[in-house]
């Protein structure tokens, strides 16, 4: 099979529920990243083969295949096509994963992954606000759960032994690693600015300054009354996009471009959709068993922070080196735009091996319903 490489990755600050980006439709937030992925890149639109975008809620402003118009919002050529896919959290991710493999077969030579959520506009759950997605087997099988995403938080906490100060240790860790990283600039080069009516936004509006345990224990419990997850120890509703741009490594040489990471391997799995958020862990094995790669190889990890107790838990199983987890804070901190949300991270992570020298990267994330995408990429140059 051929060697895949991602040779371009761009996002736009994500931003806070109603904040600077709610005004912008899902297609144009998209269509800014897809330019301005073009325009780093050096890319003609025309060798585009496919686009692949993940989106969760795909109602209202995100239906009738969101992929499609953000190609069109690009201005792109309309002979680029543009297809969208759910995978709930994970669903660019798995667009990453999606365009990987078709490059590697031979089926196409260069393709465009990447995602958006504007949640501002889009709700959470609006996709499920007309009825009951999982049926009546469904629901007798696991004795009526509901998939609460939160509930299933806390039973890993609870699974764990993760008290509430544990977790809310973590979410202050996040949003202190996120500031540091803004300070320095870390995340300037991967953000493209966005021109609204009230100003540009270039800096991720989630982080909160000077969050400490004390203040997130005044936080009340979301999901059970003596419960340990609150929204100061979950991630943020948020609207981002971003984009990813996958060929091979000759195709790449002969387009001038210049190649960031080899895609090394990616997994997704199923897991147990009550404890729900727990795939990344059986994911993370899988991928590092493809790649032949311990997890001591990995220098940098981005598991998805839906839930404070989601990578303390990766944590605990994987035994992977804590300070390799999220570096750059995340979406405790930074956001979780759904759909965007696989895409952006691998983006930061990307970014964050070219800093540092980091030689592998891995990325994983939870999904409703019980499954995980995890993804292995090995830095070039």
Known sequence: ?????????????????????SQIHAADLSGIVLTELARRTGLDPEVVDDVIWGCVSQVGDQSSNIGRYSVLAAGWPEAIPGTTINRACGSSQQALDFAAQAVMSGQQDVVVAGGVEVMSRVPLGS?????????PKVLARYEDFGFNQGISAELIAEKWGLTRTTLDEFSVRS???????????????????IGTESGTIAVDEGV????????????????RDDGAIHAGNSSQIS???????VTTAERARDLGLRPMARYVAGAVTGADPVL??????PATEKVL??????IGDVGAFEVNEAFASVPLAWLAETG????????????????????????????????????NGIRYGLQTMCEGGGTANATLVELIG
């Open 320 to 355: 992977a080196d804590p300070e390799r987890v999220n570096p750059v804070g995340g979406a405790i901190a930074l956001g979780h735009p759904l759909g965007g949300s696989g895409a952006i991270l691998m983006t930061r992570i990307l970014y964050h091996m070219q800093d």
């Open 239 to 245: 609207d981002g996009a971003a984009a990813l741009l």
């Open 289 to 294: 068993a493809k790649a032949g790669v311990g």
């Open 276 to 281: 729900m958020l727990t795939g990344p862990i």
């Open 208 to 223: 909160r300054r000077g969050s400490t345990v004390d203040k997130l224990a005044g936080l009340k419990p979301a999901f």
């Open 175 to 193: 949003h202190e690693l996120a500031a540091a990283a803004i300070d320095r600039g870390a995340f300037r080069e991967q953000i493209v600015p």
């Open 127 to 135: 996709a499920r606000a007309s009825g009951m997605p999982y049926g």
């Open 1 to 21: 099979m051929r060697e895949v490489v991602i040779a371009g990755a761009v996002r736009t600050p994500v931003g806070k529920r109603n904040g600077g980006l």
